[in-house]
């Protein structure tokens, strides 16, 4: 349990880092919570900031996931304990404590994390966002699809147990709950700064 419990405020705490935050500030010297679609993550730091920019804080924002899984292995885990890891990442990345609770939505945080868990089904899943958002050219419906397969691969490509996949599944409802309970003050912060 000590394992567990260090491992997992370990995992808080980088999810926590809020990298968006951080180069908006330092690039631009805005406040990325109320600026854009005012979410601390990646692409309104593409919108606000810039395109590299945004590439970038999508690159750290994985970096984080992996880093969750990884702390799970460090210490040793065992696979169950290590999802808690890596749901305490994005929960850091969600409501971070270095920006008093008001973080993103936690999505790239939440493949990086995954990427480790199964690197094969995050590349197949990319594969089929970029495909989708080729088609559509829509950012959220890209996301859902890329998202939304990953159960059916988890279980039926890779042989992960219905229990295994029921905690991925989850994982990806808590990254759906999060989205749904930012959009009023996103569109709040759309509508005052002109976005």
């Not at 924002?61 to 304990?81: E, M, R, S, T, V």
């Not at 590349?123 to 059916?152: D, E």
Request: net charge positive; hydrophobic share 55%.
């Amino acid at each position: 349990m000590a394992k567990l419990l260090i491992a997992g405020v370990l995992s808080y705490l980088v999810g926590s880092i809020p990298f968006s935050y951080l180069i908006a500030k330092r690039v631009k010297n805005v406040d990325i919570r109320v600026v854009g679609e005012g979410n601390v993550g990646g692409r309104n730091v593409w919108r606000v900031v810039g395109k590299k920019y945004g590439v970038l804080a999508v690159f750290l924002d994985l970096l984080k996931g992996i880093a969750a899984f990884g702390i799970g292995h460090l210490f040793g885990l065992y696979p169950w304990y290590i999802w808690i890891c890596g749901f305490l990442a994005v929960i850091g990345h969600c409501f971070p404590v270095f920006l008093k609770g008001r973080g993103g939505k936690g999505a790239a945080t939440a493949m990086g994390f995954l990427l480790g868990m199964q690197p094969v089904a995050l590349v197949i899943s990319g594969v089929l966002m970029l495909l989708t958002y080729g088609i559509f050219r829509n950012f959220h419906v890209s996301i859902s699809a890329g998202m939304g397969s990953l159960p059916f691969f988890w279980r039926f490509v890779f042989g992960k147990s219905w229990a295994e996949t029921a905690i991925m599944v989850s994982f990806l409802l808590f990254l759906g709950l999060k989205r749904w309970i930012d959009e009023p003050y996103m569109q709040r912060v759309k509508e005052k700064s002109g976005w």
